[in-house]
């Protein structure tokens, strides 16, 4: 009726008349999502900007921490206190459109292997093997950063380590494959805690396929995995607490000298007041499973590799900072001999 008598008279009289609001008369529908454009980018510092995906992997990262179930709220103010300048509003759609908002629970398919025994009695290098994460903060960047270490219990020797903005299940994959090609991971035990890296299926399946065997500790019990904890306190008071980092590289050469002292130099009283790596050294050359070699391929390849003892003979740890560093003679005959064990070394661990 309005549209047919709107010519005639006036667009008051006829709403009174057809009782309809004005409102209601000229309302169209939106297209499309009312208001500004959603932003893709979120500064961060003075006058930095960086895509919203690493602000997204910052919070997983945030929320990888074993019991945090941060809200929008409280992850709001974590990435502020790492110089993020962003408020609820936007961390809540971040969240919200990732599935990370609070009362998410990680699904774990399958049964987990808990711990049976509390305290672990190695007898013997790569029987037991246990691994977490450390945030580390770097004062000079304002934000944290995430160590994680594996290390073998019957030495306390630390096997591998990495240090990175985060650590995720491709992170784990790699560093055990990894282990695999330098000992051998076959019946070895792998005890770590409940952490989203530990628990997902990708890792479970490798190392199923690696024929080693992986056990989780019971949840809000960290004593379970009391060696690697040990060694996180020991890291704390000797080092962390000591410097302030400048930067992810001035933090990273400092671990990196670190673990090199931990290993080599730092006397351990729970292994009889030596070295991590002298331990590790005993343990070889005792062990009935695995034939004994000498100091200088401990980073060569797997214990039980083929022509490994014969060739470790000369190899040298004369240059600590390059384990394993290959010193050839002038004998020709003597070089060839070298040559002919690697190659044999290479085959058997598939290239």
């Known amino acids: 009726m309005i549209a047919r008598y709107k010519y005639r008279t006036g667009i008051d009289n006829l709403c009174r008349w057809a009782d309809v609001a004005k409102s209601s008369l000229y309302y169209r529908a939106h297209p499309g999502p009312r208001g500004m454009k959603v932003s893709t980018h979120t500064l961060i510092g003075d006058c930095g900007i960086v895509e919203n995906n690493l602000v997204v992997d910052q919070m997983r990262a945030v929320l990888t921490m ?80 995430y160590q994680l270490a594996i290390m073998d219990v019957f030495s306390r020797r630390i096997l591998c380590w990495i ?107 729970a292994i009889g007041f030596i070295t991590p790596m002298k331990k590790w050294a005993e343990g ?7 034939p004994p070699f000498a100091s200088g391929t401990l980073d060569l390849s797997r214990p039980d590799s083929i022509g490994l003892r014969e060739a470790s003979a000369l190899y040298s740890l004369d240059k600590p900072n390059e384990p394993g560093y290959l010193c050839l003679s002038a004998d020709k005959d003597n070089n060839e001999s070298v040559v002919n064990h690697l190659e044999k070394t290479v085959q058997f661990i598939g290239g």
């Open 66 to 145: 074993e019991y945090c179930v941060y809200g929008y709220r409280k992850m709001t103010k974590e990435l502020q206190d790492l110089e993020y300048q962003i408020n609820h509003k936007k961390v809540y759609r971040l969240m919200k459109e990732n599935h990370l908002l609070c009362g998410k629970r990680i699904s774990v398919q399958g049964k987990r292997k808990w711990v049976k025994h509390r305290r672990i009695e190695a007898k013997r290098p790569m029987e037991y093997l246990c691994l977490d994460i450390k945030y580390i903060w770097v004062q000079g960047e304002g934000r944290w950063y």
């Open 163 to 269: 240090f990175q903005r985060s650590v995720r299940q491709t992170d784990v994959i790699a560093l055990m494959r990894g282990l695999d090609l330098r000992f051998g991971l076959k019946g070895v035990i792998i005890r770590n805690d409940n952490g989203s890296q530990f628990i997902a299926r990708q890792v479970r399946e490798v190392l199923q396929s690696l024929e080693a065997q992986q056990e989780f500790t019971h949840v809000a019990t960290p004593e379970e995995n009391a060696y690697i904890e040990a060694f996180h306190s020991i890291e704390q008071s000797e080092l962390i607490d000591r410097h302030s980092f400048l930067s992810f590289y001035d933090a990273k050469q400092h671990i990196e000298k670190y673990m090199h002292w931990y290993n080599f130099k730092r006397k351990h009283g």
């Open 284 to 290: 070889i050359s005792l062990s009935a499973v695995r």
